[in-house]
Structure formats: C-alpha cells, structure tokens
C-alpha cells in the first residue's frame, strides 16, 4: 500500500521531487559516510541506515550488521528494514551480484548488475568494452603463464606497469622503471593464480570523473584528483587514496563534458549494445595525456576518497539523483548545482598501512565536523578506536583550493591516532600551479 502511494505520488509530481522516504547505505567507509551526509540534507529522505557501518556512521543512521558480500543477506535487510532506495557503496558486493538480488525483490537498487560491474571487477572485460566502444587506454598484454613472462615483459620498455587482472583494493598495481621489480611482481601475482596485465605507461595528470549512468544517459560530477601512493611526492607503494581534491583548477572548464563525449558515454552505449546497460555510478580513472585523454580503469562505484571532496559541492539533493538513477528516469534530472569552491580530503592511515594496520588505539578529535570515519568502531566505554588501515577522511572546504587546503589540515591537526600518519601535500601542487596537461608534440 504504502509503496503503491510512493508510485503514485513520483507519477504525480516527476521523478526528483517525490520523497525517497527510506535510504540503506551498504558499506563502511569515508565514502559511505560522506553519501549518508548528503543524504541527510536531502529534504526527500526521512530514513537512513547503514550496514555495516563504522563509528562515524552511527551518527548520522540506523546501523545494521551485514555480510556486504551475500546478495540474499542484503536482499533481507532491505525488505526488512523496508528500504525504498538502496545504495551500494563498495565494488565487491556489486561484482558479487548484490543489486541484482536486492533489484529481484523488489527495491529499488543504486548500483549495477554483476554483469556490468565486470568493468572494473575484470580489467581484460573493460579493456574488451574500451575496445568496442573505440575508446583510447593503455596498450596491454595479459600473461597466465609464467613461462611467457619474460617475452611478454619485452615488448614493454620502462616504466613498466604490472596489474592484478581482478579487484585489488587500488594495491595489485605496480609501476616502475625496474624490470626486475615489475617481474617479481608479476611472479608473485601469478604464482598466487591471478593472470597479469601488462600495461603501457601513460604521462599527463590523472583525473577522476564519476558519472551517473543510467543506460545511455550520462551525467557527469566534478572532475577531481586523488592521491594513490603512501607517502609525499608519490613516494612509496599504491594506497586505496590518501588524499583528494575537487574541482581541478588547472583543467579547463569543459573537461567533463569533453570526458563524457570522448569516452563514458562511448562505453554506456557500448553496455547497452551488449545487453549489458550500467546503472549507477561509473567513475573513469583517466591519464590527460599529450594525445589526449586515456583510461587507467573504471570503476563501478563511487571512489574513495573522491567522493569526500566531490558530494559537499553537490547541492542538488543526491537522494533523488540516485534514485532517478536507479529507476531508470535520470534523463529527466535537471543539469546539476554546484556550490562555488573546493574541497579537500586528507586521509589518516594506521600504523603499518598498506601493510597490515595497528588496530584498537584510541583516536581523539574524531567526532569533529569535517572528520568522516573509515575504519573506526566504537567501544563499549564510548571511546572510538581505529578499526581498519584508512581510518579517518579529514574533509576542508573553502572558496578556493588554497582555502579548502588550509582547512582539511586545520582540523587535522586536532585530530590525535598513535602512530598515524597522512600526507602533507594533498593538492598542493595544484594550488602552486604546477600541474598542467603536457602538450602534443
Ligand atoms: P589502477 O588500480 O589501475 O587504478 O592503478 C593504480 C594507479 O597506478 C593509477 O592511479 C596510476 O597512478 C597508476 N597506473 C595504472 N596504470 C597506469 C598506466 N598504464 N600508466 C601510468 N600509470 C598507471
Ligand atoms: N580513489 C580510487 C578508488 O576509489 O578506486
């Protein structure tokens, strides 16, 4: 009866103004807790949970324990919490076929099919998909076979890119000039039973750009760019994102647009001719290259820590995005407002990550405005602890990036985890003015 009444009422009033009413939000990250934050400004939106959730979650839903990676589980919970829109946060449980289940029962499901989550659960599928759509990335190579490694690696010059063929967590990837490096990588993937891709290096900046895609429609966020590896000035190994700013001021306005004609909306069409339609948030990880730009990788999902620095400059109420989205109506949205001004996240990592993180210390100033919680829990005498090796996205906003910088680090510094650390030159170089896209020739 009553979701016969919410029928009704998105008949009568157009699909972004009728009420989303109840929102369950699977996952339990920064990102999922930035998506609840929007959420909860969303004047359509009267419930929230999250599953599993963290410390920081709690705040703002409802938190119900889940298995994120059992599609019946998930399917439950949303019936039972009786959800009207379900958000999938993370790439396992879409690769795992989690919005299927919850599509099947009935609720409506932000997040794509098993099938077309391949475009970032199998790198060899994108590539496949990149090729039909005639969209440029890297020339590559996949090897099964340790025995065809060394000819394969020759046909590669340095830098050298070495890629686990499946979801690695942004830390199957190494890039380096040493072949002997790029080797043993390889090795070590291979004698773990992952196929290798072998990727040419692409220069030029990276940028990140999510688009809503709901078929053939595309609606691209603000581009924005993170931060993979551990340590200052792209020292150390690749992380799941230290850091993230949005938008990108040495970018020209039109970048996402150019973006979206050149390259999401060649693959949305593509999906859709292989019986394989994307709904949800299709994000391309691309390098602006002197030829233009090239794709690093999809994903099926929002990114983190993007999604920390992009959703605060959103002022279009997300919930009816989302649901438009999942409903298959998002060419009816209206074009997207942005607030003026930047964002910038900067993550404190554990002890130890991305190696395996010191857990249970105390954190102090984690309840402050502007911290978003990754791994964090709660303990039973109300202190939060770090549960997980990101643990916190410090988020600062401000009229330009310098400004936004200036306040990510601010509140930072009122933040307290032993043995923490973070990096201290998110976005600076762009608010020095020294990233520019190479230029041809
Ligand atoms: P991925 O997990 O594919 O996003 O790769 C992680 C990071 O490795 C990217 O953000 C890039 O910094 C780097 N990377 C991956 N592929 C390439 C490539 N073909 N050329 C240059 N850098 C790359
Ligand atoms: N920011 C990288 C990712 O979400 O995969």
């Not at 998930?74 to 999938?88: H, S, T």
């Not at 686990?164 to 080797?183: H, N, Q, S, Y």
Request: with cysteine.
């Amino acid at each position: 009866m009553r979701e016969r009444q919410v029928r009704l009422r998105q008949r009568a009033e157009g699909p972004l103004r009728f009420r989303i009413v109840r929102v369950l939000v699977v996952g339990s990250g920064a990102r999922e807790h930035a998506i609840l934050l929007s959420l909860a400004q969303d004047p359509g939106v009267t419930a929230l949970a999250c599953a599993p959730g963290n410390a920081g979650t709690a705040s703002v839903a409802e938190q119900r324990g889940l298995d994120v990676v059992d599609p019946t589980a998930v399917a439950a919970l949303a019936l039972d919490w009786r959800a009207d829109l379900v958000v999938i946060g993370p790439e396992v449980p879409l690769v795992a076929g989690v919005a299927d289940a919850v599509r099947a029962a009935g609720v409506a499901c932000f997040g794509p099919s098993r099938e077309a989550a391949r475009i970032e659960g199998s790198k060899a599928f994108a590539k496949d998909v990149m090729a039909g759509a005639g969209v440029p990335t890297a020339s590559c190579e996949i090897v099964d076979n340790p025995a065809h490694l060394d000819v394969a690696l020759d046909r590669f010059v340095a830098p050298y890119v070495v890629k686990d063929d499946g979801l690695a967590a942004g830390k199957g990837v190494v890039v380096t000039g040493d072949r002997d490096l790029a080797r043993a990588h390889a090795m070590t993937l291979l004698d773990g039973g992952h196929p290798v891709l072998l990727e040419s290096f692409l220069d030029g900046p990276e940028a990140s750009l999510f688009c809503l895609v709901d078929g053939e429609t595309v609606v691209p966020l603000l581009p924005a760019q993170d931060f993979k590896r551990v340590g200052d000035d792209d020292s150390g190994p690749n992380t799941g994102g230290m850091g993230a700013y949005a938008p990108l001021p040495w970018a020209s306005p039109d970048l996402a647009d150019e973006l979206v004609a050149a390259v999401v909306g060649p693959v949305a069409r593509e999906m859709v001719a292989r019986g394989t339609p994307f709904q949800g948030l299709l994000y391309a990880g691309l390098a602006l290259t002197s030829a233009g730009p090239s794709v690093i990788e999809f994903n099926c999902r929002f990114g983190d820590p993007e999604t920390q620095v992009v959703l605060p400059l959103l002022r279009t109420p997300l919930a009816g995005l989302l649901h438009a989205t999942a409903t298959g109506t998002l060419a009816g949205a209206a074009p997207l407002d942005w607030a003026p001004g930047a964002a910038v996240t900067v993550v404190v990592a554990a002890d130890g990550y991305p190696g395996t993180p010191g857990l249970g210390d105390p954190i102090t100033g984690a309840d402050a405005d502007g911290v978003l919680h990754a791994g964090t829990r709660r303990r039973d005498d109300g202190a939060v602890v770090s549960a997980g090796g990101r643990v916190l996205s410090v988020v600062g906003t401000g009229a330009d990036l310098a400004a936004a910088r200036a306040d990510a680090y601010r509140r930072l510094a009122a933040v307290r985890l032993a043995g923490s650390h973070h990096r201290t030159d998110i976005a600076l170089r762009a608010v020095n003015g020294e990233i520019g896209v190479p230029s041809a020739g």
